[in-house]
Every structure is written in structure tokens, then in C-alpha cells.
């Protein structure tokens, strides 16, 4: 008989790191993940992505998926492959992302397995982590929910998702747990978006909680204001020659593509954008972009009431979206003049490597960061000021001039996930995760300095039992 008493939270996944998102709650002998993302950073850390996952498969019941970034979503069909019969559940419009996201990553495994074989490599990055067939039948497993609505994850768990405002069908998980004399709330952040962003509504924050688990990825730093980083990416534009120069941009495929279009287009007559030739240099990115542009729902007042305008995605002059790699080719015999948005945003692999490495020696090009660059990746190793880099087996100088604008950032600064957690009434005991240490330790301060909350910094492999 099932024991409907103990509940319990175990942090195996983003525990004092930022990627490679999983934690498992069990309630009595139901055991519950929440999220099942890739390890990301360099090879020695995505190496552990094959290692043996610290549970047994087979014995998750279910899944409830935060969103559907990678490094949220991307081992879901390794857990598929190793057992897991169970359901995953999402909010609509994340399945869908999540679709298109797990089916790119499993090329992307494969395409790293053949250059891993050629460099002579025969340990376990020789083999693609999984494929598209365990992705196939991992969508099978996707059950999708609208905002607000109650679920049952499992007997005497149910969920909910709340908009966390970070991109397209991002969710805080409300979950509730029936127990003797009541009711146990845990809240799982997921990952939280600014307030007062573009396209996206602002996160919210849930009506009551017990426990939370919260993200800390800019738990140490403010972002510059939107405002002032759409002026600094302005000013860019209109100083740069784009007779001699390219502008790079590594970009999520998912969000910071979407929001980097929404805003040339507001300012495309300002900037001065006729003098360039815009490419969004992802596949993944375009398909994303419609089904962004297919939830307009989701969309805040402004992006509605522009989304009503136009039946299909409204042009920006010189756009150019470039599916095949014929056509990407292409860009790179240019001079000068194009403004390159392409994936992926953390320089892990894509076609943004073929870029850099096109004009990263060069120093009258641009390369534009706009995300969170994770310990490990090359862009992280390029922003920490690296003279030299290797991509593809090359040993590239980094000339270029660099830059990064932390205002468009998908995820909220500290300022904005204190305003989250304050929201919930009763200072319920925060679970730091989904950071970096020391990004962890100064939102750890705030809280109990400023708020007066219990917020602790979970070890990887530890439980906390309600």
C-alpha cells in the first residue's frame, strides 16, 4: 500500500550551477521530476549528460516541465530511452516549443557524435546521447494544460502552471499535495523573466506556498534597463560601417530571436536599418518565431494588439530568413552589411560557429551578447576576454570588438525575483538553485537581509523533507 504521508524534495540538477535543470519530488512512493534538462558548459561537463541519472528511470511516474529550454527539456528523451513509461506534462504552448527544441537537439547530438568519431574519439561522446525516434516517442508522452488550471500529476498531487514571463509557455509550477488535515504547497519557479518586458507578461507569483524552489541565475547583478540597453544596441547600429563590418549575434533560438526582431522592427526607420541585410540564421528560430507568432494570446497588450494587425509574422525590410546551409554559406562571402542573428545563443554549436569564426579575428566586426553565457562554453570564454579560442579544430584570435547588453535578458535580475518572492504572503523557506555560487549567495543575503526569508543553498544530491 502506498504511503500517502512522506514528502519529499531531492536536488539533482542545477544544485549550485545553473544548467541541467531536475529535481524529484516524491509523495509517498509516487516519484515526480520537475524538469529533466541538459548539463551544458564545456565537454568534460556535458560529458556527464551520459553518465547513469542518480534515480531509476523507470520508476518516475511523471513529469511536470517547467519550459522548454534545453538545459530544461533536453534529457527528457534520455530518460525516455533508459525506461520512463510515464506522462510529462506542459503547458501548451512549451509542448510545442519543447517539440522543436528535443527534435533539433537530437541532430545536434548527432552531428557532434560524427565529429567526435573523426577526431578519433571512441568513449561515450562517439555515440549520439539519444535520437530522433526516442524523441518521437517522448512527445507521445506530452500532456499539455492551459495556464491556471489544475491537473492531477499523480494520486494526491495535483499542479498548476502560473506565467513566469521568461519566454513563450514558461511556467511557475504550483503544486499541492494532499495530506492529513490538509494541504502542502510547494512552488517551483522555473526560470523568471523580467517584469515589464516586451511581448511576454510579467511572471506571477502564486497565492500561497509552503516551500519554494527558485532560480538565481542573476541573483548577483541588476540589469542595465531596458531602455537604456535597446539605446545601447541603437547606438551600435548607427556607428557601425556596414560597408567593412558584420554585427554577430549568438541568440536563443527561442525568446531572445523573437524579442531582437520585435525590436528592429519598432526601430528599423530610427537605426537606420535599410543600410543592412538582416538574417535570422536559425531554422530552429524560425520555426519558433510562428509558433510565437501562432500564441499571440499569450502575448502582453502591446504585442497583441500588434499581432491583430497582420494575419503572418509583419516584414522588416532586408529580413532574411535562412533555412539551408547553402544559403547561410552565403553570408560569410560578404564583406560587410549583415546583422547575424543565429544559433545557438550560448556558442555550443550551430551555425553561429561558422560566423565566429569568420570574424572574430577581425576587429572591425561586432559580436553581440545578449544571454546568460554558462561556465564552460565558448561564449562565456569569449566574454571572460580569451585571446584565442578553437572552433572546429581551429585556433581562432578574438579581435573583434565584443559586447554585451544584459538589459534584453530572458531572466529577471535580482531586483526582480525578490518583487516575485515578496508577492507570496508568509516568507515561506526559499531552495536557492539553477545559479552559479556565488550568484546564489548574494540572492541568499538579499533575502534574509532585506526580506527576512530562510533561504539555504542545497547541496547536489540532498533532500528536503515536508
Not at 542545477?14 to 548539463?39: I, K, N, P, Q
Not at 520512463?84 to 504552448?93: D, E, S, T
Not at 581562432?396 to 526582480?416: F, K, M, P
Request: aromatic share 8%.
Amino acid at each position: 500500500m502506498r504511503n500517502e504521508k512522506a514528502i519529499s524534495l531531492t536536488f539533482f540538477g542545477a544544485a549550485r550551477e545553473v544548467t541541467g535543470s531536475c529535481h524529484v519530488l516524491e509523495v509517498g512512493d509516487y516519484r515526480v521530476l520537475l524538469d529533466c534538462g541538459l548539463v551544458q558548459g564545456d565537454d568534460r561537463q556535458e560529458a556527464r549528460n551520459y553518465e547513469p541519472f542518480p534515480f531509476e528511470a523507470h520508476g518516475v511516474d511523471a513529469v511536470v516541465l517547467s519550459h522548454a529550454h534545453i538545459d530544461h527539456s533536453g534529457r527528457l528523451p534520455l530518460l525516455e530511452r533508459r525506461g520512463f513509461r510515464g506522462r510529462i506534462h506542459a503547458q501548451q504552448a512549451s509542448a510545442a516549443l519543447a517539440s522543436i527544441l528535443l527534435r533539433d537537439a537530437a541532430n545536434i547530438a548527432a552531428s557532434r557524435a560524427r565529429h567526435a568519431i573523426a577526431d578519433g574519439e571512441t568513449g561515450d561522446m562517439a555515440h549520439p546521447l539519444f535520437d530522433t525516434r526516442d524523441v518521437e516517442r517522448t512527445l507521445r508522452r506530452f500532456v499539455t494544460h492551459h495556464y491556471a488550471h489544475w491537473f492531477e500529476v499523480v494520486p494526491g498531487l495535483r499542479a498548476r502552471f502560473l506565467d513566469a514571463g521568461h519566454i513563450l509557455g514558461s511556467s511557475v509550477v504550483e503544486l499541492a499535495v494532499e495530506v492529513a488535515g490538509g494541504t502542502r504547497r510547494i512552488v517551483f519557479s522555473g526560470d523568471l523573466g523580467q517584469y515589464d518586458s516586451p511581448i511576454l507578461r510579467d511572471p506571477e507569483s502564486p497565492e500561497c506556498a509552503d516551500l519554494v524552489l527558485m532560480e538565481s541565475t542573476y541573483g548577483d547583478r541588476r540589469h542595465k534597463s531596458r531602455e537604456r540597453s535597446i539605446r545601447e544596441l541603437g547606438e551600435l547600429i548607427l556607428d557601425t560601417d556596414p560597408a567593412e563590418s558584420h554585427i554577430v549575434v549568438p541568440a536563443f533560438a527561442v525568446g531572445r530571436s523573437q524579442e531582437l526582431l520585435y525590436q528592429l522592427g519598432r526601430h528599423a526607420e530610427a537605426w537606420g536599418l535599410d543600410r543592412w541585410h538582416i538574417f535570422l540564421d536559425s531554422p530552429l528560430a524560425i520555426e519558433a518565431s510562428d509558433i510565437y507568432w501562432d500564441h499571440h494570446h499569450l502575448f502582453d497588450d502591446e504585442a497583441y494588439a500588434l499581432r491583430r494587425e497582420f494575419d503572418h509574422m509583419p516584414a522588416l525590410r532586408n529580413l532574411h530568413f535562412t533555412r539551408t546551409a547553402a544559403e547561410s554559406r552565403v553570408i560569410n562571402r560578404m564583406k560587410g552589411g549583415g546583422i547575424i542573428i543565429a544559433g545557438s545563443g550560448t556558442c555550443g554549436g550551430g551555425r553561429i560557429l561558422h560566423h565566429l569564426r569568420h570574424v572574430l579575428d577581425g576587429p572591425q566586426h561586432h559580436v553581440l551578447f545578449t544571454g546568460y553565457q554558462p561556465r564552460g562554453s565558448l561564449g562565456r570564454a569569449i566574454i571572460d576576454g580569451a585571446r584565442r579560442v578553437r572552433i572546429h579544430g581551429q585556433s581562432i584570435e578574438v579581435r573583434a570588438q565584443l559586447h554585451t547588453i544584459g538589459g534584453l535578458s530572458a531572466h529577471g535580475d535580482y531586483e526582480d525575483l525578490i518583487r516575485w518572492y515578496r508577492a507570496i504572503p508568509g516568507k515561506p523557506p526559499v531552495c536557492l538553485v539553477h545559479g552559479d555560487l556565488d550568484a546564489m549567495q548574494a540572492l541568499q543575503f538579499r533575502l534574509t537581509r532585506e526580506v527576512g526569508a530562510s533561504a539555504t543553498i542545497p547541496e547536489p544530491g540532498e533532500s528536503v523533507s515536508l
